[in-house]
């Protein structure tokens, strides 16, 4: 019945999280009684794909035989050790049986990326707030600092400035932009920047314009 090759060693995926991943496993089927055919079940964590994974397989007494079965990891797969195990039942007689079990180390993959929202205007003497949204791209928890700062250093205020995500977890901040009464017309850069507290070198930056609009002609006037 199947057993793992003595010299099989643990093959670890090279990837995780944004992207799919392939890892190959491999087990060695053998059979020591009369000629058999064997129905092969696969047992793998949700949502992962088995490629070359043959649902039968016909065996001759002393035959063995090795399987190669690729799996695919999902994106955003949590980082972690997984367990594919092949059960082999004897379609002669289903109380013969045996398993084999192999295993696949997910690396941790840290990433985080910022959405940002459309460019607004703005009158002078008045606020605005944008809608900013963090997403962890990553396939670990982690927590970011969360910070936004005006080129011409107008007043910035945060909803929220530490945020915990989870995998692929998203979260909106609200960015208020407070632009004084004598801000002349132009354009102002706001910076946003996302840094994880918890892994060195994992952060995202952007940047939006907000456009500071003339005032309205009975401002002026009133001036």
């Not at 995926?13 to 944004?18: F, R």
């Not at 001759?60 to 999902?74: A, K, N, Q, R, S």
């Not at 990326?113 to 982690?142: C, F, K, M, W």
């Not at 960015?175 to 910076?191: M, W």
């Amino acid at each position: 019945m199947p057993r793992r090759n003595r010299g099989e060693r643990p093959i670890v995926s090279k990837g995780g999280g944004a992207r799919g991943v392939c890892d190959t496993r491999l087990f060695g089927p053998q059979h020591r009684l009369g000629p058999d055919v064997l129905q092969l079940e696969f047992d793998a964590p949700a949502n992962w794909g088995l490629l070359g994974a043959p649902s039968t397989l016909s065996l001759d007494p002393g035959e063995e035989e090795t399987l190669f079965i690729t799996v695919t990891v999902p994106p955003g797969m949590t980082a972690g050790t997984y367990t594919l195990t092949l059960l082999a039942t004897s379609i002669n007689d289903p109380t013969q049986q045996g398993s084999a079990s192999a295993t696949t180390r997910v690396t941790p993959i840290n990433a985080v990326e910022i959405l940002l929202p459309e460019s607004q205007g703005i009158i002078p003497g008045t606020t605005i707030s944008y809608q900013v949204t963090l997403v962890n791209r990553g396939n670990a928890q982690d927590t970011f600092e969360f910070t936004a700062s005006s080129a011409q250093r107008f007043s910035v205020k945060l909803s929220k400035e530490l945020i915990n995500l989870a995998p692929q977890e998203r979260e909106t901040v609200t960015v208020t932009l407070q632009v004084p009464a004598d801000a002349t017309p132009g354009r102002d850069v706001l910076t946003f920047t996302a840094t994880s507290t918890l892994y060195p070198g994992v952060s995202d930056e952007k940047t939006l314009f907000t456009t500071i609009l003339p005032p309205p002609p009975q401002l002026v006037e009133d001036r």
